[in-house]
């Protein structure tokens, strides 16, 4: 590696440049082409690093003591990563990247739909995934979940099948299959006794803690995708004029309601109305209630190549796209969830994208996490980092929905 390095691009196969990671998330799998390099070299330096490693494979991850003490002592900062290869007489260099970290952990379980597994699947942030309710554990299809205040609500059987909301910490029934509600989307109240169901363009008001149907929520409209603020104020939703599903549909618009004095909803206020052919779709607040993701494409919101992430301030304005999280087109970029809210000024998005991570896996939907920067979002710029693949989930399975829960 004493030789004159030789430029080339294309080496880094992941992660992408300005990646941006919580301090306790697991190592990286760094990963380069396989070009026919004999040996790699990667170096780590900052301020207080000089970190040297030599492989003579595609890939390296660092042990667990290497990888704390590389992330401890570059939390709130970043770390430059060089890397040549030896392709016969020659280097070959590449461009180096910048790993930033974050000062503190990422917390909270990510519960997300598998649709290999049939079912739900959970990761503890830094930990490896396992089957929460599946088709193996119930013997039912699972999907169509959110989590909040210790239960989480999902549909059995597919499309318009029945509802059924669990305990999460005992996995205990709270309405059991064939209670008899029948739904698609659905979120929770922030303190988990109500449950609001989409089913059918409608928006279904229950009790979270019998499953008792209380009434449905006027709209106006054929709606969709709701999702309650964490201060209770407020809904946004999807509304799809003439939808045949509750999930397949075009020229959707994301639409707020706030709570009025009397216990009620105000009327529908529209904050993206995108013009054909765009769709909007999958709105959710972020967990300090001032910025809504959402999900623009041009297709009918199921699977659509072009899927990309967006936000919009709670109180309306312009659409940003995030851009440096979507990295291009055609990765099917779907469905932003929020974790929860982190001691720091970063907030994290978790989504599902089709994107390759690395050299492992390609075109199949796996979940990746990105870092949100509010005063950025603030000033209308990109608010987002470089994404990088969830650590712990299965590269085997079909991976959706990521919701992030305390």
């Known amino acids: ?25 697991p190592s990286l799998v760094f990963q380069w082409e396989d070009v026919g390099a004999t040996a790699a070299r990667l170096r780590f330096r900052s301020a207080v690093t000089d970190l040297t490693v030599y492989t003579t494979g595609t890939s390296w991850t660092a042990d667990e003591a290497s990888w704390a003490a590389l992330v401890g002592t570059n939390a709130g900062g970043s770390v430059e990563v060089e890397l040549a290869l030896a392709v016969g007489t020659e280097v070959w260099s590449e461009e180096i990247i910048t790993l930033n970290v974050n000062r503190f952990d990422a917390r909270g379980t990510i519960y997300y739909w598998s649709t290999t597994a049939s079912g739900i699947m959970t990761i503890p942030y830094g930990g490896t995934a396992s089957e929460f309710a599946t088709l193996a554990t119930t013997g039912y299809c699972v999907g169509c979940h959110s989590v909040r205040s210790g239960k989480i609500a999902f549909t059995y059987d597919g499309g318009n099948g029945g509802i059924g909301i669990k305990r999460t910490s ?30 059918l363009g409608a928006f279904l008001l229950h009790d979270a803690n019998t499953g008792a ?66 769709n909007a779709y999958y709105p959710a607040f972020s967990p300090d209630g001032e910025w809504i993701a959402f999900n623009v494409s041009t297709g009918d919101a199921v699977d659509d190549v072009d899927a990309a992430v967006y936000v919009i301030p709670r109180a309306g304005g312009s659409p940003i796209e995030l851009a440096a999280a979507n990295l291009a087109s055609g990765y099917t970029n779907s469905f932003p969830k ?14 599902s994208s089709k994107r390759a991570y690395g050299n492992i896996v390609d075109g199949v939907p796996q979940l990746w996490v990105a870092g949100f920067d509010p005063l950025r979002a603030y000033a209308g710029q990109d608010p987002s980092w470089a994404a990088f693949w969830l650590p712990g989930q299965n590269i085997d399975q079909g991976n959706h929905v990521p919701t992030w829960a305390e």
């Open 213 to 278: 149907y209380i009434g449905e929520i006027p709209t106006g409209g054929y709606s969709t995708h709701p999702d309650w603020s964490l201060d209770g104020e407020s809904l946004v939703f999807t509304m799809a004029d003439g939808a045949a599903y509750d999930w397949q549909f075009t020229g959707g618009r994301i639409c707020t309601m706030d709570k009025t004095a009397d216990g009620g909803w105000t009327t529908p206020n529209c904050l993206v109305d995108p013009e054909d052919p765009y």
């Open 170 to 199: 005992d996995r205990s029934d709270i309405m059991a299959y064939g209670a008899g509600t029948y739904g698609n989307f659905n979120t929770f109240s922030p303190d988990g006794n109500y449950l609001i169901i989409a089913y």
């Open 338 to 351: 929020w974790g929860p809210l982190p001691d720091d000024d970063v907030m994290w998005l978790a989504f």
């Open 1 to 25: 590696f004493d030789a004159p390095k030789i430029p080339h691009e294309g080496l880094w196969a992941y992660p992408q440049d300005g990646v941006n990671v919580p301090r306790n998330t």
